[in-house]
């Protein structure tokens, strides 16, 4: 501030904060403003953040576990359909959908029918984990969100689309078992070889309206292997879902 020739007030003024609070900022150094605040203080004296708040720089640098964190969304209709189309396409060996309807796929990515037989003709392997359209978490689970498109329909619909695909080695999907449904219905996890995008469901709120973790692994046992291995019990004990009911046309 000497060098800046500015007073605490004066930078104050610079940063939209009260004179007291930069006095503070000045006593205390373990104290680190808000991010807005300091982009700010550090434009008004002309010197970076590294110099005023190293601790607030070294925070953010991932070095644990948290690096498996690529992105997070509060929501997950604010993840652009952009970015699920370039991990799809990106993924060569495995794709595994064990969202409880996944029936936004077939909304949100063109020719998904098109792109998911090219991937199944390229040797990748396409999982999808459903929730049973049948099942009582399925009408519980409708009854909470009360929409006109139930549950049961997204689930047929999903259903339909796979039957357009035809009868392909590397094409699987199951129900997930009664018992895990209560689970299933609550966490989404969409794989797409190294990368993951998870969604734990809100209370009373449907998919597109709750927060979205977007995962790359990089070490044994971290979140996305926690994840992973989730929705991979889930599958283990998952009825197979036969060719004749991925026809079924929605009810």
Excluded at 64 to 88: F, K, M
Excluded at 118 to 140: A, H, I, M, W, Y
Aim: glycine residues 8%.
């Amino acid at each position: 501030m000497q060098a800046a020739n500015l007073s605490p007030r004066q930078l104050a003024v610079r940063v939209g904060v009260s004179g007291k609070t930069v006095e503070r900022w000045v006593a205390d150094a373990e104290l680190i403003p808000h991010a807005r605040n300091r982009e700010d203080a550090c434009t008004a004296l002309g010197v970076d953040k590294e110099m005023l708040w190293p601790k607030a720089v070294k925070e953010r640098i991932k070095i644990g576990g948290d690096r498996e964190i690529v992105q997070s969304y509060p929501y997950r209709s604010s993840c652009p359909s952009t970015a699920w189309g370039e991990l799809i396409a990106n993924a060569t060996r495995e794709l595994f959908f064990a969202g409880y309807t996944n029936y936004f796929l077939w909304l949100d990515q063109p020719a998904f029918v098109s792109t998911l037989r090219q991937k199944l003709d390229s040797g990748c392997r396409v999982r999808f984990l459903l929730g049973d359209p049948e099942g009582e978490v399925t009408r519980n689970r409708e009854q909470i969100e009360d929409v006109a498109l139930t549950v049961s329909t997204r689930i047929r619909i999903t259903l339909e689309h796979l039957g357009k695909l035809g009868s392909h080695e590397g094409l699987e999907a199951r129900f997930s078992a009664p018992g895990d449904a209560v689970n299933h219905v609550s966490l989404s996890v969409f794989r797409f070889d190294d990368d993951a995008l998870v969604t734990p469901h809100l209370a009373r709120l449907v998919g597109h309206d709750s927060p979205l973790l977007h995962l790359r692994r990089y070490v044994d046992g971290g979140m996305f292997a926690r994840f992973s291995d989730h929705s991979e019990e889930l599958w283990s004990r998952g009825t197979p879902i036969e060719q004749g009911q991925l026809n079924q046309r929605q009810r």
